[in-house]
């Protein structure tokens, strides 16, 4: 069984390639939501939602989020009703969150709302809450603090960053079969999703970064970042808020009790093997996700990086394994661009049967690593903004960190 952690866009379409090239049974994904929120009364929350529609081949390719194919009727009805519209809910996709809204009004936790709706969709996956409990991501800035929604969505990343935080984090606790599957992993993927607010709420849930240091699993990640910025997004914008270089070496720090293998692309030769020098482990591999052929191959070296298990492809050499002392560095041609291009329908293919596979559990003895240069903290701005959505606050949720 394969352990995914993941959250964002970048992560969907990591799931996207990963569903490709193994059987969806043996995936289990741990997911982030720090960005839920009530919206018209409904429960919604965001990263559930799109990556369960990208494993029932419902996400929208041109939007990036959403269902294929809606319309936006009721919207536009309660536009003219006076109502919030900003966040841009289409009329399928409310069906989604009236039927996880009843479930948990009628008292099921979400992650009961999660299965339910997975087993309508025909999901075969397993998806994770990453707690039943609520933790809210808020963004400090110059005029006040936000939620992830108002600062990402309403306000377009347009504001300065001053903190980051996880409220409710320190009350909260994992989510039902989490820690057991990250513990029974035999090997566990981080997503090209923002370490801050995508991975970093997961991370800030109690026991759960605990897990990862001691699960048997060897522990690949995947940088969202590429040449010093965001492939899209405020990624690098909340790393340098946070005291973290947007860099990969940024995206190790922020992994480095327990990250084995730290996967980047290949226009991160040089930093990669700076990095080499300080103990960690790189791999370059090519890391744009434009195409389903694109993901399925992102999703295969990763695999290959963390697991002795075959994995599916056309024309596949078959099992791949890994000296953890060794990684060779791969090359690409392909070139890089900061736009995010719209996802492709995933192309059809018949998993091949993995034979379940004995692991001992890997010792993690402490490594000496020399600082890393932080970087600048001015980002070039993505070329897209996402399209705008509108937001209704939580309850604000008690931290005592």
């Not at 997911?31 to 009364?41: A, K, R, S």
């Not at 744009?288 to 191959?297: F, L, S, V, Y």
């Not at 490594?367 to 980002?379: D, K």
Request: charged content about 25%; hydrophobic content about 40%.
């Amino acid at each position: 069984m394969i352990c995914v952690l993941t959250g964002g866009t970048g992560g969907a379409k990591f799931v996207d390639g990963l569903r490709q090239v193994m059987p969806a049974e043996e995936i289990t994904l741990i997911v982030n939501t720090g960005d839920d929120l009530l919206w018209w009364g409904l429960y919604v929350s965001p990263d559930i939602d799109s990556i369960t529609y990208v494993l029932s081949g419902m996400l929208s390719r041109e939007r990036g989020w959403g269902v294929k194919g809606d319309t936006f009727l009721c919207l536009q009805a309660m536009g003219q009703l006076g109502e919030p519209t900003w966040f841009h809910t289409g009329d399928r996709d409310l069906a989604m969150h009236l039927l996880r809204s009843r479930h948990m009004a009628e008292g099921k936790t979400l992650s009961e709302a999660t299965a339910i709706v997975s087993d309508k969709l025909g999901v075969k996956a397993r998806i994770l809450p990453m707690s039943d409990s609520r933790v809210e991501t808020r963004i400090g800035t110059p005029v006040g603090e936000l939620s992830f929604e108002e600062y990402f969505v309403q306000r377009w990343y347009q504001d300065p960053v001053n903190s980051v935080r996880f409220a409710g984090a320190s009350d909260a606790e994992p989510a039902p079969g989490v820690i057991e599957a990250i513990e029974a992993a035999d090997a566990i993927l981080i997503a090209p999703s923002n370490p801050v607010t995508s991975i970093g709420p997961i991370l800030a849930v109690p026991g759960i970064r605990e897990a990862l240091c001691r699960a048997k699993g060897k522990i690949g990640a995947i940088s969202p970042i590429i040449s010093g910025a965001p492939v899209n997004g405020p990624a690098g914008i909340l790393m340098v808020a946070q005291g973290l270089p947007s860099s990969i070496a940024g995206v190790a720090q922020a992994y480095e009790d327990f990250l084995d293998v730290l996967i980047c692309d290949t226009r991160d030769a040089r930093p990669a093997e700076v990095l080499r020098k300080t103990g960690m482990r790189v791999q370059c591999a090519q890391t744009i996700m434009r195409t389903p052929e694109d993901k399925a191959e992102l999703a295969r070296k990763a695999l290959a990086l963390v697991s002795a298990s075959p994995v599916s492809e056309q024309g596949a050499a078959g099992p791949t394994s890994l000296d953890r002392t060794s990684l060779d560095q791969t090359s690409s041609g392909q070139s890089f661009s900061d736009e995010a291009a719209p996802d492709k329908a995933a192309s059809e293919q018949t998993p091949v049967e993995r034979a379940p596979v004995e692991r001992a559990p890997v010792e993690r003895a402490p490594v000496e690593r020399a600082p890393v240069e932080q970087a600048p903290a001015e980002q070039a701005p993505a070329e897209q903004a996402p399209a705008g959505r509108p937001f209704v606050r939580f309850h604000r949720a008690d931290d005592r960190s």
